[in-house]
């Protein structure tokens, strides 16, 4: 690998001095293929090598950061970089450190000829059209990464690792008489081509299809004030969106985040209610074994029982505040600063049945999959999509519904949770901040909320 021919001592001089920072040095390769309407769309295949350096210094409560980046990964190049950004005293040593482990890929996607990953997305269409003759629009994707990464730090860290995602995403178009709907549908995660091989892909368009076949055929939902059950099915978008980026300590330190400035120790969901966001677990999305700062992965709880307990911290924000960081130093590629980020952020299971949750339900919602989010870091205010719901009557799932959302603030939404079920479930994602994309994965047990705005149909 071209990230491990050069000593890490060669780098040191680079950090010297610094109060934190590190050399990052990447080499990453992707393929992308999309296929609408029957014809691939557009296809990339790519691969790039580059070198990011950091050097932060502490000034009273200040963190002065000085960044650039090149493709000339060289220990001179990083010499030349620091040159130009600041100049260079003291020295540091560096201590060696293990390889992280790469896990689950059984077929590596660069052994599998793009003419391959092209094929399935005309497979699953073909077979989708003959199933679904309504279906207006069809649009299906292929993604797969590879990205080693060797981070050295001012702490004396030498880490490396190497990821492999394959991720798979439908989005059906339905219409009948005039009315459209759609589905979606996205699998992958941390393993190999063998995620979308065997028929995974097809039967996950499948689903996206059925989806928006139903919804033809659905009422639309009722606008109001309800009760509202979101199955473990639906993923974890409510987490990710209603607190888990109001958790990245910059959001906090900025004051974008109010709702949870200076609230460590304080209540901010219900006794049932434990959040953690971990890197460590095999397989998802948001998987890694170092952060793009070097620091070794490890589970964070972030609310335990419902205290505030932590929040989400990259190197830079830890030196603000004088503490260590918790490995959510994430970066989009070495041409980004890294920045607080989310991994694999999922609400802990409870202690009740998920059915008799729904069978408890008087009047209201039941979320089974969620569509898109976005949230309001400053007032805590999110809407989302619903991408499948029903509506429930006397604990009875009634009937499907169409072209709903769900409105609140998320410090009240996540107050209000009274029921937690012992299941959980997972959806994946690329989340954006600060015009860096970083994967993800979400994960939540049955849960409900006593009352929620649901947008919809007013009579």
């Known amino acids: 690998m071209t990230l491990t021919r050069h000593a890490a001592e060669g780098y040191a001089s ?11 040095l990447e080499d990453s390769s992707w393929t992308t293929a999309s296929l609408e309407d029957g014809r691939v769309s557009e296809v990339t295949a790519g691969s790039r090598v580059g070198l990011g350096l950091r050097v932060l210094r502490k000034n009273g409560r200040n963190v002065e950061t000085y960044f650039g980046h090149s493709q000339d990964i060289s220990p001179e190049a990083a010499l030349r970089l620091r040159a130009r950004l600041v100049q260079i005293r003291g020295s540091t040593p560096l201590i060696g450190a293990p390889l992280g482990v790469e896990r689950g890929v059984l077929v590596d996607p660069e052994s599998v000829s793009l003419e391959a990953k092209t094929g399935l ?14 279906i ?39 219409e009948k008489d005039g009315l459209l709907q759609t589905g979606h549908e996205s699998i992958g995660g941390s393993r190999g081509f063998e995620t979308v091989a065997h028929g995974s892909a097809l039967a996950a368009a499948r689903r996206a299809a059925h989806r928006a076949q139903s919804k033809l055929l659905a009422p639309q939902a009722k606008a109001g004030e309800m009760p509202v059950v979101l199955a473990a099915s639906a993923g974890g978008t409510f987490i990710h969106e209603a607190i888990g980026h109001s958790l990245e300590v910059d959001h906090v330190q900025e004051g974008t985040s109010p709702a949870y400035v200076g609230a460590l120790g304080k209540r901010v969901a219900p006794e049932s209610i434990t959040v953690v966001d971990d890197p ?43 503490r260590p960081g918790n490995a959510h130093g994430r970066r989009e590629s070495f041409m980004h600063l890294p920045i607080p980020r989310m991994s694999n952020l999922y609400i ?21 999959r969620m569509g898109g989010g976005q949230v309001d870091t400053a007032t805590g205010e999110f809407v989302f ?35 937690v079920g012992w299941d959980i479930g997972w959806g994946i994602g690329t989340c954006g901040k600060e015009d860096q994309n970083v994967p993800v994965s979400d994960g939540q047990p049955t849960i409900r909320m006593p009352k929620l705005i649901v947008g919809g149909r007013h009579d």
């Open 385 to 419: 999509e619903v991408d499948e719901g029903y509506f429930v009557k006397d604990g009875e799932v009634k009937h499907l519904v169409r072209d709903a959302n769900l409105l609140g603030v998320g410090p009240a939404a996540l107050l209000s949770i009274d029921r």
């Open 280 to 322: 460590t677990l095999p397989f998802q999305r948001g998987t890694y074994a170092f952060d793009d700062e070097g620091r070794p992965a490890a589970p964070t709880t972030l609310v335990r029982n419902g205290v505030l307990t932590d929040y989400l911290y990259d190197g830079a924000c830890a030196l603000r505040d004088g």
């Open 136 to 174: 207006r629009q069809a649009t299906f994707s292929y993604i797969d990464r590879r990205r080693s990464t060797r981070v050295i730090s001012v702490a004396g860290t030498d880490h490396r690792q190497t990821r492999r995602s394959v991720v798979f995403s439908a989005s059906i178009v339905m």
């Open 121 to 134: 997305l005309t497979v699953v269409d073909r077979a989708l059209r003959a199933e679904f003759p309504n």
């Open 14 to 24: 680079a950090l010297a001095g610094a109060d934190a920072g590190e050399v990052f």
């Open 348 to 368: 802990a299971p409870g202690h009740d049945d998920p059915a008799e949750i729904v069978a408890g339900l008087k009047k209201g919602l039941l979320v089974t």
